[in-house]
């Protein structure tokens, strides 16, 4: 209840401030759009750099990865041939 009436009290006083201090709060919100629009766009710039050098290095490590991958499989394949037969040779 405490942190109602409080909260309603706050309310009250920041709509009376608002109105008597308005073209401070304009020249305020003047100043500080274009600022928060320059930190929003370097860190949006930022953010799609770091993105875009994420792709490159999948890019990279997904050709290198593509030659070495056949031989890979083809050797897995051969160990679990191998591995086969001898479990057959075994239970027989």
Known sequence: MKTLIG???AA????????VWFPAFLQLLAGAIPIMLLLGGG???????DE???SWK????????????PAKYKQEIDDLKKEIETL????A
Not at 12 to 19: D, K, M, N, P, S
């Open 7 to 9: 909260g309603a009290v």
């Open 12 to 19: 009250v006083f920041g709509l009376i401030g608002l109105t």
């Open 43 to 49: 860190l949006a710039i930022y953010l799609g750099f």
């Open 52 to 54: 875009l050098k994420d």
């Open 58 to 69: 999948k890019e990279d490590s997904g050709a290198a990865e593509g030659k070495e991958e």
């Open 88 to 91: 057959k040779s075994d239970k």
